[in-house]
């Protein structure tokens, strides 16, 4: 069973930076490509960015690019999103998901495990 457990959600000023963790349970993380998707009040999951399961390519929504960086380590089965000059519209729980293949890993139905999220709240 493979676990995801998200940290580092906050409040922050618009313009400040916030960097998220999501620790994975399993000994296969390093097997896993990794993304980080967010769903605001009302609105659906959509993505963030993503990260293959060597760390050698990553993409990007583009209403982050530039802003958000996506890494991992898979020595202690983490993938990190660090996030500069947030903007109020990136409220929004965040969540770290894990994908056995890699087909489209900007569709939330390609990944086979989710974290719980954390909350980030940008303030104007």
């Known amino acids: 069973q493979v676990q995801l457990v998200e940290s580092g959600g906050g409040l922050v000023q618009a313009g400040g930076s916030l960097r998220l963790s999501c620790v994975v349970s399993?000994?296969?993380?390093?097997?896993?490509?990794m993304g980080w998707f967010r769903q605001a009040p009302g609105k659906e999951r959509e993505f963030v960015a993503r990260i293959t399961w060597r760390g050698t390519i990553t993409y990007y929504a583009d209403s982050v690019k530039g802003r958000f960086t996506i890494s991992r380590d898979n020595a202690k089965n983490t993938v990190s999103l660090q996030m500069y000059s947030l903007k109020p519209e990136d409220t929004a729980v965040y969540y770290c998901?894990?994908?056995?293949?890699?087909?489209?890993?900007?569709?939330?139905?390609?990944?086979?495990?989710w974290g719980q999220g954390t909350q980030v709240t940008v303030s104007s």
């Open positions: 399993g000994r296969t993380f390093s097997t896993y490509a």
């Open positions: 998901a894990a994908a056995s293949l890699s087909y489209d890993l900007t569709i939330a139905t390609s990944y086979d495990y």
